[in-house]
């Protein structure tokens, strides 16, 4: 049996491999209706979400599988104070695949030691989220057709969103990538990201707090949210939220080549005046996030992918 809580669990073949059936789920959804008759798939949310949580139930849904589950831990026993190997031992009996999102890190990876079915980290913390890198991957995939030879800058929070660590985490793997890691001072990228995976892989990467300076030299700009809820005091999320916001004017400086993600959702850091913009992949992105899991879904059932 297999889990999926770090992207590194996943090989760079079978992330080839999730991306070439999620391709084929878009072009002919017709033939994976029925793929998971019968199989059951829990969501246990205990924080919040919309895609995630939501692409995950489409995805199974759109298998012709059924969901349960509970998109707030005060709904669920964990208010009673019952562990989080508890509760997964539970529905572990009552489904066959499970997708967690938990506020503490490593909170998914202890519920994998005690489990009988697969496990997804569907966000744990400021730590992980791989089926995020998994929609990120197949976004670049289907803009730029290629996973290597890129330069992508990010851009916002990078102490504490967990999307983008586990983005470079996945993206040092694939050849002749470069980042550009723009952030103010106080929510640089953490040393362990530097240490562990950057310079451990010989990743070239800058450090900069400019977007202007830097915006002309990328073919992906990964904007990211303020992580509000991990700050400690309300005065340092204030002062920082605004720092970056992407507009038009800032724009004028990109390539026409630019891809910009974002994982969503966004407060302030892109315009809508970005959202007709050309170059806006953020919306296709998060719908891509089902197809991406409905292919990780029939992986982890050892279901084939294809007809
Ligand atoms: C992200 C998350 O939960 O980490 N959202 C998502 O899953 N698409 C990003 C965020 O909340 O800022």
Excluded: W
């Excluded at 997804?120 to 803009?143: M, R, W, Y």
């Excluded at 992949?281 to 007809?307: E, P, T, V």
Aim: hydrophobic content about 35%; aromatic content about 6%; charged content about 30%.
């Amino acid at each position: 049996m297999k889990h999926l809580i770090d992207i590194k669990d996943l090989t760079v073949e079978e992330i080839d491999e999730l991306i070439k059936v999620a391709k084929d789920i878009m072009q002919f959804p017709d033939n994976y209706t029925e793929k998971c008759k019968h199989k059951k798939l829990a969501t246990l949310f205990f924080e919040p979400s919309t895609r995630t949580r939501l692409s995950f139930e489409t995805a199974m849904l759109d298998l012709g599988g059924n969901v349960i589950g509970f998109s707030e831990a005060s709904s669920s026993s964990a208010s009673k104070g019952e562990s989080v190997s508890d509760t997964i031992r539970i529905v572990g009996g009552y489904a066959d695949i499970i997708a967690m999102r938990h506020p503490k890190e490593g909170a998914p990876l202890v519920a994998s030691l005690k489990s009988t079915v697969p496990i997804i980290n569907a966000g744990d913390g400021g730590h992980n989220h791989p089926t995020q890198t998994l929609t990120d991957l197949l976004t670049i995939s289907c803009e730029k057709n290629r996973l290597d030879n890129l330069t992508i800058g990010l851009c916002g929070d990078l102490k504490f969103g967990r999307t983008v660590h586990s983005l470079i985490t996945a993206m040092v793997r694939y050849k002749n990538i470069k980042f550009v890691l723009i952030s103010p001072d106080e929510l640089k990228i953490p040393e362990y990201i530097k240490e562990n995976i950057l310079e451990k892989n010989n990743i070239e990467y800058i450090e900069t707090n400019s977007l202007e300076e830097h915006i002309g030299e990328l073919d992906i700009l990964y904007m990211t949210r303020v992580q509000k809820e991990r700050f400690f005091n309300e005065e340092d999320y204030v002062r920082l939220k605004d720092y970056y916001i992407l507009d038009k004017n800032k724009l004028e400086k990109a390539r026409e080549d630019l891809s910009i993600l974002h994982p969503l959702p966004r407060v302030n850091e892109i315009s809508t005046e970005v959202d007709d913009d050309p170059r806006a992949c953020y919306f296709k992105q998060a719908r891509n996030g089902k197809f991406i899991r409905m292919a990780l879904i029939l992986k982890l059932l050892n279901i084939g992918g294809n007809k």
